[in-house]
């Protein structure tokens, strides 16, 4: 992650003038079960795409809301990110896309015994969203419906 003084006039002026949303209390579920027995998926903010599913826009004011579906079998190396962010270095994520969706460590997780399974489907959206009430009223409530279908116990936030 950028310092802030590594940042340009523009960002930084930006951060500065920018409204954080405050989410109080912070949601939250506790597991009915060991991770061991549980169905596991991860959702990204690093807008990270399969190769034949479109990038995230860019040109959408306040950030593209929109997500992408992520099968659970796909090949992490495959991934494009599309991220927008200007305030970190983008390098690591191409050298290793687990780094912002470790779906190959979840894998790993699972083969060893201590996630129960790894959930067929996984998301990703776009971080960095400068507007988000379309994704906290819309994308957010269909991503946990999907989740729901499939049954998935827990789920690995990554904010990227």
């Given amino acids: 992650m950028a310092d802030v003084s590594e940042l340009s006039i523009a960002t930084r002026l930006f951060l500065a003038a920018y409204r954080w949303r405050r989410i109080d209390p912070v949601p939250f579920a506790p597991m009915d079960k060991p991770l061991s027995a549980a169905r596991v998926a991860i959702v990204t903010s690093a807008a990270f795409t399969l190769p034949s599913q479109p990038p995230f826009d860019d040109d959408v004011r306040g950030g593209d809301p929109s997500l992408r579906e992520i099968p659970g079998d796909a090949d992490v190396a495959t991934l494009v990110e599309s991220h ?5 270095d983008h390098s690591g994520l191409h050298a ?3 780094l912002g969706f470790p779906l190959d460590r979840l894998r790993e997780l699972a083969a060893a015994g201590i996630a ?9 959206v776009m971080g960095s969203i400068t507007a988000p009430g379309r994704l906290v009223r819309d994308t957010a409530p269909e991503i946990a419906r999907r989740l729901s279908a499939d049954a998935v116990d827990a789920v690995l936030l990554v904010p990227v």
């Fill in 116 to 124: 129960g399974s790894v959930a067929p489907r996984h998301f990703s």
């Fill in 96 to 98: 290793d896309p687990n």
């Fill in 84 to 88: 927008r962010s200007e305030s970190f």
